[in-house]
Every structure is written in structure tokens, then in C-alpha cells.
Nanobody
Framework: QVQLVESGGGLVQPGGSLRLSCAAS????????MGWYRQAPGKQRELVATITSGGSTNYADSVKGRFTISRDNTKNTVYLQMNSLKPEDTAVYYCNADIVALTVPRYLKRYWGQGTQVTVSS
């Protein structure tokens, strides 16, 4: 089985920073793209940032220049460094990863973490 476990959420004041982590574990053959999404109350889940296995990144316009996505392939972990946080960044943040598990036959599947709450408030 494959699972993604997130950590690092919490309460932070406007202008503050948080770093989210998401570690993939289990019977993994390979990991392709990884990413972060978020869902605020009453809104649809939206893309925050993605990163390919080669390190190419993509960001939502709302977080460009403030958030940085990175990954450590030796640890099967993706990170989201969030700086200059705003109240509108408040949401549950979910990581995902496109993983080929050690199954027979092998196939690519998108896995999701359980979500971590980020609250930006004074």
C-alpha cells in the first residue's frame, strides 16, 4: 500500500511563514509529479503548486513569489514553503503524488494525503 502523510500546518499571523511536508511511503516503484492543492470553506479545491520528477515547477498566480515547492527524491517527500501568508491563504492543504506502485501489473495512480489545516489570522 502507498500513503501520503502531511505535516506542518497550523495557525500563523498574517505575514508569517509555514513549511508543509508530505512524505510518501509504502510499496513505491517510482514517483512522477507531486503537488499541493488547497480547499477553503465553501470553495472548490484549487491547485497551489506542482513539481515534476525533474524539478520543473508550476504555481497558481495567487501564490507566485510567496510560495516555493520543492522535493527530496531520496526521501520521497515534497515541501511547500509559504511566506508572506495572507488570511486568504487559510484552507486545508492537500498534497498529491503520481506514483507507480510495486503492483502487478504496474500502473500510474494519483494518491492524496489526508490534508493539513493552515489558518492565517491575527
Amino acid at each position: 500500500q502507498v500513503q501520503l502523510v502531511e505535516s506542518g500546518g497550523g495557525l500563523v499571523q498574517p505575514g508569517g511563514s509555514l513549511r508543509l511536508s508530505c512524505a510518501a511511503s509504502g510499496s513505491i516503484f517510482s514517483i512522477n509529479a507531486m503537488g499541493w492543492y488547497r480547499q477553503a470553506p465553501g470553495k472548490q479545491r484549487e491547485l497551489v503548486a506542482t513539481i515534476t520528477s525533474g524539478g520543473s515547477t508550476n504555481y497558481a498566480d495567487s501564490v507566485k513569489g510567496r510560495f516555493t515547492i520543492s522535493r527530496d527524491n531520496t526521501k520521497n517527500t515534497v515541501y511547500l514553503q509559504m511566506n508572506s501568508l495572507k488570511p486568504e491563504d487559510t484552507a486545508v492543504y492537500y498534497c498529491n503524488a503520481d506514483i507507480v506502485a510495486l503492483t502487478v501489473p504496474r500502473y500510474l495512480k494519483r494518491y492524496w494525503g489526508q490534508g493539513t489545516q493552515v489558518t492565517v489570522s491575527s
